[in-house]
C-alpha cells in the first residue's frame, strides 16, 4: 500500500447534486431610504471636518516602528536636528535642501549620516561634517554619530524639497 491509499479522499459532487439557486443581486432600490434628508453643509464646515481629520492623520505616530527605523523616535529626532542646521550661503536647512542622502541608525544607537555639499569648493566642507556629528550626538539616544561626505551623485537642485524650492522662489 502506498501513502496515497493511507489518506482518505473526498470527491467534490457532482455538478448536478446540491444545485443552489443563485442569491438575489443587490439593487440600489432595494436600500431603506432614510428617514429625514440630511442637512447640507457648509463650505466652511466641509472644509473644518476634512481639516480636523488631516489634523489627526499627520500627528498620528507610527505603532510598532524600533526608535531606530524610519519614522521611528530616534531615526525622526535625527532628521529633526539635521533640519536646524542651515547652510551659511542658502537660507534653508541643510535637509530639505537635499544635502542629506541618507540616515541610519543601528541596533546600538550608532548613527551614520551621508551626506553631500553644494560643491566640493565650499566654504564649510571642513566645518559642516563636523557641526552634524556633534549635534546628532548630542541626541538623546544615541550613542556615537559619524557623517560620512560623498560626492557621488553630485548634488544638484533637484534634490530640494519643495518647501526649499518655495523658500527659494524656485516654484
Given at each position: 500500500m502506498s501513502q496515497k491509499d493511507d489518506k482518505d479522499f473526498i470527491a467534490a459532487p457532482s455538478p448536478t447534486e446540491n444545485v443552489v439557486a443563485k442569491p438575489p443581486r443587490a439593487r440600489v432600490s432595494d436600500a431603506p431610504l432614510p428617514e429625514e434628508e440630511p442637512e447640507e453643509e457648509s463650505a466652511g464646515e466641509k472644509l473644518e471636518r476634512k481639516r480636523d481629520y488631516l489634523?489627526?492623520?499627520?500627528?498620528?505616530?507610527?505603532?510598532?516602528?524600533?526608535?531606530?527605523?524610519?519614522?521611528?523616535?530616534?531615526?525622526?529626532?535625527?532628521?529633526?536636528?539635521?533640519?536646524?542646521?542651515?547652510?551659511?550661503?542658502?537660507?534653508?536647512?541643510?535637509?530639505?535642501?537635499?544635502?542629506?542622502?541618507?540616515?541610519?541608525?543601528?541596533?546600538?544607537?550608532?548613527?551614520?549620516?551621508?551626506?553631500?555639499?553644494?560643491?566640493?569648493n565650499c566654504p564649510v566642507a571642513e566645518t559642516m561634517p563636523n557641526e552634524?556629528?556633534?549635534?546628532?550626538?548630542?541626541?538623546?539616544?544615541?550613542?556615537?554619530?559619524?557623517?560620512?561626505?560623498?560626492?557621488?551623485?553630485?548634488w544638484d537642485p533637484a534634490k530640494m524639497s519643495d518647501e526649499a524650492r518655495l523658500e527659494l522662489g524656485m516654484l
Open positions: 489634523e489627526g492623520f499627520l500627528q498620528k505616530k507610527p505603532e510598532g516602528v524600533a526608535p531606530g527605523e524610519p519614522g521611528g523616535e530616534v531615526h525622526q529626532s535625527v532628521i529633526d536636528a539635521l533640519k536646524e542646521i542651515y547652510d551659511p550661503e542658502i537660507p534653508v536647512n541643510i535637509y530639505d535642501l537635499g544635502l542629506i542622502y541618507n540616515v541610519e541608525v543601528a541596533e546600538d544607537a550608532d548613527v551614520k549620516v551621508t551626506m553631500t555639499l553644494t560643491t566640493p552634524i556629528e556633534m549635534r546628532v550626538m548630542s541626541l538623546p539616544g544615541v550613542r556615537d554619530a559619524e557623517v560620512v561626505v560623498t560626492w557621488d551623485p553630485p
